[in-house]
């Protein structure tokens, strides 16, 4: 069997620079009797066009890939 995944995210802008993202990812690896399902959800500040920081909430069932989970913060820099 192959392995099989993917995700779907949304993002939605609640104003003044902040947006609520939320996400799931589907992943059923070939060794797996249960999918991996992960599931995202987290707020986004834009700083500015090129620098975003992020909190976010993860959770997974059937975690086979060691995903973290629970409270995470990041900041993203584009360049």
């Known amino acids: 069997m192959d392995e099989r995944g ?11 620079k902040f947006y609520a993202v939320g996400r799931y990812e589907y992943l059923l690896e070939s060794h797996a009797d249960a999918p ?15 620098l ?5 909430f993860s959770k997974a069932q059937h975690n086979l890939i060691q995903e973290p989970g ?10």
């Open 36 to 50: 991996s399902n992960l599931w995202l959800a987290g707020v986004d500040y834009r700083w500015n066009r090129s």
């Open 70 to 79: 629970g409270f995470l913060a990041s900041v993203a820099a584009l360049f």
């Open 52 to 56: 975003i920081l992020k909190t976010e």
């Open 6 to 16: 993917g995700y779907i995210q949304g993002v939605a802008p609640l104003g003044n």
